[in-house]
């Protein structure tokens, strides 16, 4: 088991462009959340994923994010037309059951320039 | 909306003092998680709570969650530069399907 992977580690893109980050959950986790983190904050949630089914998606997700988890593996989180307000730690989990507690991964840090 | 309000923000102590940080909510926990995260990397999971008054104990470290499951302290005895970073806490609530995290206690210890 090598825990939960992310890629890239690192993007710097300029606005208006399309990015696209990956996440790798541990093989026997159904569940995947992506969270959003900026400097001095907690974490902040985005959405949430049982097996390929997106269950629940923060109302801070404008139009221009969009996740997937096709076959209930890895997840892609998407952001179109990105603008500087994006730039933040974008950061995967996965977890067998909620209460559990998660297992993250390193995250993917955007920077928006 | 569910808030998590961690104290203090930030704390810088010296090697072998003892410190408690807070997490406190206006809601009841089903279940409330204690994270410490370094620069760069994703939260590591310390320990998990979900009986109110349940303590739980890690080496050095001491968690609480309130009779109530509306608070949780977590105390650190004879501090080492290895524990610093950023403590977070996180809470499930009934009927939630995600986790919601406070903003975090930062913790410098100084050799």
């Known amino acids: 088991d090598t825990g939960v992977s992310q890629n890239p580690r690192h993007k710097i893109t300029k606005r208006g462009q399309n990015v696209t980050f990956r996440c790798d959950p541990i093989?026997?986790?159904?569940?995947l959340y992506w969270y959003r983190q900026t400097l001095g904050q907690g974490p902040e949630f985005l959405t949430y994923?049982?097996?390929?089914?997106?269950?629940?998606k923060s109302r801070l997700l404008s139009d221009r994010f969009s996740a997937e988890r096709p076959k209930g593996s890895f997840s892609t989180l998407e952001i179109q037309r990105t603008e500087q307000g994006d730039s933040a730690m974008y950061l995967c989990?996965?977890?067998?059951?909620?209460?559990?507690?998660?297992?993250f991964g390193s995250g993917t840090r955007l920077t928006v320039v | 909306t569910q808030l998590l309000e961690q104290s203090p923000q930030f704390l810088s102590i010296q090697e072998g003092e003892n410190l408690t940080v807070y997490c406190n909510s206006s809601?009841?926990?089903?279940?409330l998680q204690w994270y410490r995260q370094e620069p760069g990397e994703g939260p590591v999971l310390l320990v998990t709570v979900v009986t109110g008054g349940e303590v739980k104990k890690l080496k050095r470290l001491t968690f609480q969650f309130g009779d109530a499951r509306k608070d949780s302290s977590l105390h650190i005895t004879a501090a080492q530069p290895g524990d610093t970073g950023l403590y977070l806490c996180?809470?499930?609530?009934?009927?939630?399907?995600?986790?919601?995290f406070g903003a975090g206690t930062r913790l410098f210890v100084k050799a």
């Open positions: 996180a809470g499930d609530f009934t009927g939630g399907f995600k986790t919601i």
């Open positions: 809601s009841v926990f089903s279940s």
């Open positions: 994923f049982q097996n390929e089914a997106q269950l629940e």
């Open positions: 093989s026997e986790h159904n569940r």
């Open positions: 989990a996965s977890t067998l059951s909620g209460a559990d507690g998660y297992t």
